[in-house]
């Protein structure tokens, strides 16, 4: 599986931007996809998962409201839309792709991923 990230750039505080992610190869339907971030000097931290098994999201506790995660089937590909940006925001995000099922308290581990893009940067500046 190849992941193509894209959509980060540089947005004023408050302001939107889309992340998109297309996946490509020999993809499962009991993937799960995620999208994980890292700051300068900060450990990659979960941001959001979509579970195609049960069709569910899921969201850290400091993304919750602002973002949403949704994905095109037809297309492959798992968008993130970020809403109400924030500086702390700031970070080069990646997607992540898993091949099978997993429970819940795992998705938001990095390890649990078999597959990463390349990541893209987003700055949000205040």
């Known amino acids: 599986v190849q992941l193509q990230a894209s959509g980060g750039g540089l947005v004023q505080a408050g302001g939107s931007l889309r992340l998109s992610c297309a996946a490509s190869?020999?993809?499962?339907?009991?993937?799960?996809m995620g999208w994980f971030r890292q700051a300068p000097g900060k450990e990659r931290e979960f941001v959001a998962a979509f579970r195609r098994a049960g069709s569910d999201t899921f969201y850290s506790e400091s993304v919750k409201g602002r973002f949403i995660i949704s994905r095109d089937n037809g297309k492959n590909t798992v968008y993130l839309q970020m809403n109400s940006l924030k500086p702390e925001d700031t970070a080069v995000y990646y997607c992540a792709y898993r091949t099978n099922r997993v429970v819940v308290s795992a998705l938001r581990i990095p390890s649990q991923y078999d597959y990463w893009g390349q990541g893209t940067q987003v700055t949000v500046s205040s």
């Open positions: 190869g020999r993809t499962s339907t009991t993937y799960v």
